[in-house]
Nanobody
Framework: QVQLEESGGGLVQAGGSLRVSCAAS????????MGWFRQAPGKEREFVAA????????LYADSVKGRFIISRENAKNTVYLQMNSLKPEDTAVYYC??????????????????WGQGTQVTVSS
């Protein structure tokens, strides 16, 4: 069983930056593929970014490409999502997710086995 705990959400003005973090426990972190999804009010959960176990592969949703950066620090059992040039449409609950196996698409929620409780990110215009 893997436990995931997000932190770092909050309120930021449009154009600003924010970094959310996710600490994992329960399994060797380097064996986990990690991802971030988000869900805005009234919308379905959507893929944001993912990173492979070795950090050799990353994937981003088109809507965040060039603005968000996913990274991981295996020594701290933590994955990060650095969000720059934030827009009001980035407002959502951001969920950290993990898989104990290599991912195929990296963007399908069904590929992941564990989810955090989420952290709210609000971008004001």
């Amino acid at each position: 069983q893997v436990q995931l705990e997000e932190s770092g959400g909050g309120l930021v003005q449009a154009g600003g930056s924010l970094r959310v973090s996710c600490a994992a426990s329960g399994r060797t972190f380097s064996s986990l593929s990690m991802g971030w999804f988000r869900q805005a009010p009234g919308k379905e959960r959507e893929f944001v970014a993912a990173i492979s176990r070795s950090s050799g592969r990353t994937l981003y949703a088109d809507s965040v490409k060039g603005r968000f950066i996913i990274s991981r620090e295996n020594a701290k059992n933590t994955v990060y999502l650095q969000m720059n040039s934030l827009k009001p449409e980035d407002t959502a609950v951001y969920y950290c997710t993990a898989a104990g196996w290599a991912l195929t698409t990296m963007s399908a929620s069904s590929e992941y086995g564990w989810w955090g409780q989420g952290t709210q990110v609000t971008v004001s215009s």
